[in-house]
C-alpha cells in the first residue's frame, strides 16, 4: 500500500487547507485509512478516520471544524479544514490499516505511512 499526502500550506487563523491522500495498493471498502498529524515536540495524533470506505471517525478536537471524505473513483481521500487555529500547526500524515475499534486512534495500528504534509496556521 502506497499513500501520498498533499495540499498543506500556510495559512491564517479562521482560513480553510484541504489535504489530500491518494491511496495506491487497496480500495476503501477494506480496513480504515486515517489522518494522524504531529506537532513539534509531541506525540503523533488521531485526527479523522474512515473505516470500510463509509464510517468517520474524527478526534475530539477537531470536531465542527475537519470533514474527511473518500472518492472511490480517484481512490483518494480529503481532509477539509475549516476554521483553523494556530494549534492546528503540525505535519500532517495519511495512514492505512486494519485496527479494531479500540485502537483506531493508535498511530502503531497503522502499517502505512504517507510521507506527510506540512501544515501552518498563523495568527
Known amino acids: 500500500v502506497q499513500l501520498q499526502a498533499s495540499g498543506g500550506g500556510l495559512v491564517q487563523a479562521g482560513g480553510s487547507l484541504r489535504l489530500s491522500c491518494a491511496v495506491s495498493?487497496?480500495?476503501?471498502?477494506?480496513?480504515?485509512v486515517s489522518w494522524f498529524r504531529q506537532a513539534p515536540g509531541k506525540e503523533r495524533e488521531f485526527v479523522a478516520g474512515i473505516r470500510g470506505g463509509s464510517t468517520k471517525y474524527y478526534a475530539d478536537s477537531i470536531k465542527g471544524r475537519f470533514t474527511t471524505s473518500r472518492d472511490y473513483a480517484k481512490n483518494t481521500m480529503y481532509l477539509q479544514m475549516d476554521s483553523l487555529k494556530p494549534e492546528d500547526t503540525a505535519v500532517y500524515y495519511c495512514?492505512?490499516?486494519?485496527?479494531?475499534?479500540?485502537?483506531?486512534?493508535?498511530?502503531?495500528?497503522?502499517?502505512?505511512w504517507g510521507q506527510g504534509t506540512q501544515v501552518t496556521v498563523s495568527s
Open positions: 495498493g487497496r480500495t476503501f471498502s477494506s480496513g480504515t
Open positions: 495512514a492505512a490499516g486494519s485496527p479494531i475499534s479500540s485502537t483506531r486512534s493508535s498511530p502503531e495500528a497503522y502499517s502505512s
